[in-house]
């Protein structure tokens, strides 16, 4: 006898750009989303009925519709819309995942002006955003990810383990090169109520984190990334957790003696592999 434990579907990688025309100026945003339902789909399952499902194609066009509908400047907000409007109209439906990737595109200055219908690609950044909405309430994760750091200065990394197969040689001042990946958990009362500003809270919590990395006298990655943690959560109330992913992408120092030449740390080969792992999830006692 077999049981389906657990089972969902939908359609992933749905992008879209959207351009918002406003008087004298315009908005543009590139999100990817992807939606994926769970609910009354055993008999889809064990003998083909697809009497309650919803084509995953219909979902992909729900999005541009909604898309065109509505006025949500945040991804957090448009993927409450898709929320409600897909357990609205679906009872077989009881939950909706909903996950929306923006890519930054930031507006151009010309001659000392920001331009109104001109935009630059950013980095590699993404900003994303989790939603799951069920019958009883909605769950709110949001984060970004890839978003590539360094310091040159108060960085090291001393009083290690040291064994037969340790070859690290100790230093108090490095590089201290990563790209962060981090997501946050909204309380229960955010991630459900309206009128909520997330651009506002993402750029405040990207801020504190940021400032945290560049000021602190870091020991280590671990040291620095709960100090980024530790500060995002003591400013921004709206979240409960906080969890960072901070790879530790070394820069090595140049050994120029065979050149008879110093290297005060200031050339350094930089590698992607292998690289340090470094994650933790902090929440709020
Ligand atoms: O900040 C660091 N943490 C480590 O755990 C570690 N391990 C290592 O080899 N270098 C570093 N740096």
Redesign the pocket.
Known sequence: MIEMTANRYGKSRVRLVKVTHNEGYHELYEWMVEVLLEGDYETAHTLGDNSKILPTDTMKNTVYFLARESKATSIEVFAQEMGAFLMGRNPQVSAVHVKIEAVMWKRLTIDGSPHPDSFMRGSNERQITWLRQDRSGTKLRSGLEDLVIMKTAKSG?ED?IVDELTT?KPTADRLFCTALTADWVYSGAIAGGGGVDFNALREEIRETMLESFAGHDSL???HTLYAMGETALNKVKAITEVHLLMP?KHCIPVDLSRFGQENPNEIFVPTDEPH?T?EATLRRK
Request: proline letters at 0%; aromatic letters at 22%; zero cysteines.
């Open positions: 990394f290690y690290l280590s990655v671990q530790n340090g470094i």
